[in-house]
Structures are given as C-alpha cells and as structure tokens.
C-alpha cells in the first residue's frame, strides 16, 4: 500500500490514541472491588491478551516511524535544498530565533530607575528596535514559506508500506 508522510504521521496518531484508549480501560477493569461474591463483576479482562494488544500496536508505530525517519532523512524539500530532517531541525532554529527576536523587539530603547542610594541608572538598548522588527518580519515570512514547503512535501511524498 503506497500512503504519503502526512498519511503515515495521522496513521501513528491514530494507533497511539488506540493504545492510550486499550489503556485507559485496562485502567479502569484490571481490577475489582467487591464484598461478596455474588457482587463481583468480571469484565473478562485478560492481562495477556491486553499485552498482545498493545504489543502490536507499538511495532505497527514502530515500522512506521521506521519509514517516516527514513523519509525525512531522504526526501529533499526542493525551495530550501533541505532534507525533511534539516528542515525541521531549521523550523525549529527559526522558531527559537522567533522568540529571542521578538522579546528583544518588545523593549523600550530607554529606562532609568532610582537606585537604593537615589542615584538615577540608564539603560539603553545597543540596538536599533527597528531592525529587530525587520528581522522578525523575515523570521515570520521564511518560516511561513519553511512549514508550506514541508506541508507540501509531506502530502506528495509517497513511501511504500507493507
């Protein structure tokens, strides 16, 4: 069966919510409280059969995780001359460059406080806060353009899957 990345990734989705929900159950039957015997409910929980289960469902998440790190590690997204890796190791760089960018782009170019002795202290920013807006407007554009191009890769990016 062919399936694309974004296939792949919704698929490993939805078998981890169906472990997380095998789980949640087992959670809830795996043991019961009771006062007599007539009272006591078996809701056929089968610890091994539960196991069996969640085994399966992992190497099934496994195999494609397999696939998907192989893809990424291979595929070339062609706008950033990037592998699927790279650029979500970039995505990532970019994001964080984001955050220092834009907390430094929210400063006042100018304060002063009163110290404990009553002296007046400056602070002046070394930068032009104009910049810091230019280069947050860039950030934004290219990540913007990073996330389509992976989006687009990730949905015309078909793997084979057995």
């Known amino acids: ?66 696939l998907l790190n192989y893809s990424n590690a291979t595929t070339k997204v062609p706008e950033f001359e990037m592998t699927l890796g790279e650029c979500l190791v970039y995505l ?5 460059e984001m955050a220092v ?10 304060t002063t406080r009163s110290t404990y002795g009553g002296a007046v202290e400056y602070t002046v920013l070394n930068y032009e806060k104009g910049e810091c807006q230019t280069r947050l407007n860039e950030i934004h554009n290219k990540i913007a353009k990073l996330q389509l191009a992976i989006d687009r890769t990730n949905l015309t990016n078909i793997i084979e899957v057995e």
């Open 1 to 66: 069966m062919k399936m694309c990345n974004a296939e792949i990734m919704k698929k490993v989705k939805l078998l981890e919510q169906s472990k997380n929900d095998i789980l949640m159950q087992e959670e809830r039957i795996h043991q019961v409280t009771y006062q007599d015997e007539k009272d006591r409910f078996d809701y056929g929980y089968s610890f091994l059969q539960t196991r069996e289960k969640v085994g399966q469902i992992n190497a099934e998440v496994r195999k494609l995780k397999r």
């Open 101 to 110: 960018v834009s907390h430094m782009a929210e400063k006042v170019p100018t």
């Open 92 to 96: 990532a760089q970019l994001n964080r």
